[in-house]
Nanobody, 126 residues
C-alpha cells in the first residue's frame, strides 16, 4: 500500500519559515517524480513545485520562486519543501503527491499524480 504522510505544517507569522516533510512508504521513493500541491480556501488546487527522481527540481509556481525550495532524500524516502519569507497568500493545505514514473512533466497536472498524502495545513498571519 502506497502511503504519503505530510508533516511540518502549522501557523507562522509573515516573513517566517516552515519546512514541510513527506514520508513515503509502500514504493521506492527514488523512482518517482514528487510534487507539492496546495489548495487555499476558495481556490483550486495548484502545483507548487516538482522534483524528479534524480533530485532535479523541475517546476516552481511563479508565486513561490525564490522563496520555496523542493528537495528529497531518497535514502530516507522523504520529500521536503522549505518555505521562506512566507506570506499570508501562502496559507493553504499543502499536499504531497507522487507520479508512478521517475520524471516530471513541464507543469504539475493533478491527474498525473496518483499517490497523495492527507495534507498539512499552513497558516501565515500578517
Amino acid at each position: 500500500q502506497v502511503q504519503l504522510v505530510e508533516s511540518g505544517g502549522g501557523s507562522v507569522q509573515a516573513g517566517g519559515s516552515l519546512r514541510l516533510s513527506c514520508a513515503a512508504s509502500g514504493y521506492t521513493h527514488s523512482h518517482n517524480c514528487m510534487a507539492w500541491f496546495r489548495q487555499a480556501r476558495g481556490k483550486e488546487r495548484e502545483g507548487v513545485a516538482t522534483i524528479a527522481a534524480t533530485g532535479r527540481s523541475w517546476y516552481y509556481a511563479d508565486s513561490v520562486k525564490g522563496r520555496f525550495t523542493i528537495s528529497r532524500d531518497n535514502a530516507k524516502n522523504t520529500l521536503f519543501l522549505e518555505m521562506n519569507s512566507l506570506k499570508p497568500e501562502d496559507t493553504a493545505m499543502y499536499y504531497c503527491a507522487a507520479r508512478p514514473v521517475p520524471y516530471c512533466g513541464d507543469v504539475p497536472i493533478q491527474g498525473d499524480f496518483v499517490y497523495w498524502g492527507q495534507g498539512t495545513q499552513v497558516t501565515v498571519s500578517s
